[in-house]
Each structure stands twice: as structure tokens, then as C-alpha cells.
């Protein structure tokens, strides 16, 4: 019963990724052929919301879901790794049209053929974890 908010979470954000199309993938493909604007307006609002809740979260000293504090670790400096690692998540989005965000939300909206890039995606994360310490980071 205490997950019950995270559910409702979860099926508040399936809704609006339905509704603002963003699972579509045509909307997907528009993106990455530069046609259509609305996912990099869907994007760029997130980023901007997310922004200024971190602002609103650092400056109100806003306490976590179970009320803990929450805490921002500073970042690693250099672009190479995010370049690398967002090439590799934008190959990934490309192949399959769609993110990982919206993979369930294809569940529930009957779409069943994602369970393949879910699968993999699962993979990847377990491949990622055996070699991380082989890795630069």
C-alpha cells in the first residue's frame, strides 16, 4: 500500500506521454529527421521544468517523498563521456523509436513489440555492469 504513490505517479506520466504523443513513433522519426518541432519542444520544456525545480528544490530546501533531504553530487568535468554515452542512447532511440521513459508506456498502450527493446535494453544495462570497471570513465 505505501507504493501506491508511485503508481499513481507512473500512470499520471503514461497518460501525459500518451496524450503529448511522445510515444509516437512518428513524432520520433519527425524529430531525428528534422521535420517537426514537437519533440524538441516536449524536450526542451522538461529540461527547462527540470531546471527550475532543481533551482526551486536547492533554495527551498525541499525534503524528498519520505522526507529525507535531498542532496546534488557535483558532476565529473569533460564532455567526451556525455557525448559518447548520448550517442549511444540516441542510436539506441533511433533503432527502436522510442526512449526508455515511454517503453512501459507502449505496454500499456498495447503495444507489445517493445517487450524486445525492453529486453535489450535490460541486457545493455547487465553488459554495462560487467564491464564498467574495464571502462573510462
Not at 533554495?59 to 548520448?86: A, C, D, H, M, N
Not at 533503432?95 to 517503453?103: E, K, W
Request: charged letters at 15%; proline letters at 3%; a positive charge.
Amino acid at each position: 500500500m505505501k507504493y501506491i504513490k508511485f503508481l499513481l505517479i507512473g500512470i499520471l506520466f503514461g497518460i501525459i506521454m500518451t496524450k503529448s504523443e511522445a510515444i509516437s513513433w512518428y513524432r520520433i522519426q519527425e524529430m531525428f529527421r528534422f521535420q517537426s518541432f514537437h519533440m524538441y519542444g516536449i524536450i526542451g520544456s522538461t529540461v527547462v521544468i527540470g531546471m527550475i525545480m532543481i533551482q526551486l528544490i536547492k533554495y527551498k530546501q525541499i525534503k524528498s517523498i519520505e522526507g529525507k533531504t535531498i542532496q546534488f553530487q557535483p558532476k565529473e568535468k569533460g564532455v567526451k563521456r556525455y557525448l559518447l554515452g548520448g550517442i549511444i542512447f540516441g542510436f539506441g532511440w533511433a533503432l527502436t523509436g522510442s526512449c526508455p521513459g515511454p517503453m512501459f508506456t507502449l505496454i500499456g498502450n498495447g503495444f507489445s513489440i517493445i517487450l524486445v527493446s525492453i529486453a535489450c535494453a535490460i541486457l545493455g544495462t547487465y553488459t554495462y555492469g560487467y564491464f564498467k570497471d574495464k571502462l573510462p570513465h
